[in-house]
């Protein structure tokens, strides 16, 4: 099992960054990508950018350009820079993690924290 903790989040004002971190416990070998996902009211949950062991990147499209994805493997955790944020970008932040033991997939979820962008 893997446990994730995220800190970060906050309210922020339109153009304004914001940073996100997440730290992993447990079966951390078997994390095989970390990432973030979030959540708007009345949304369903949808990926923001996600980042393999090996450095792989992914960002949505809405994010492209304003947000940066890192990792560190030796302290298992995750960070995401984001910049430029707009009001829609307000939505709980889910950290994320996708493990594999042997052939089988686990998703495993944080708690989330929210962000709040006004404009």
């Known amino acids: 099992q893997v446990h994730l903790r995220e800190s970060g989040g906050g309210s922020v004002q339109a153009g304004g960054s914001l940073g996100l971190s997440c730290a992993a416990s447990?079966?951390?070998?078997?994390?095989?990508?970390l990432g973030w996902y979030r959540q708007a009211p009345g949304k369903q949950r949808e990926l923001v950018a996600t980042i393999t062991r090996d450095g792989t990147t992914n960002y949505a499209d809405f994010v492209e350009g304003r947000a940066t994805i890192s990792r560190d493997n030796v302290r298992d955790t995750v960070h995401l820079q984001m910049n430029n944020l707009k009001p829609e970008d307000t939505a709980v932040y889910y950290c994320?993690?996708?493990?594999?033991?042997?052939?089988?997939?686990?998703?495993?979820w944080g708690q989330g924290t929210q962000v709040t962008v006004s404009s």
């Open positions: 994320y993690a996708d493990t594999k033991v042997v052939t089988t997939r686990y998703d495993y």
């Open positions: 447990g079966r951390t070998f078997t994390i095989e990508a």
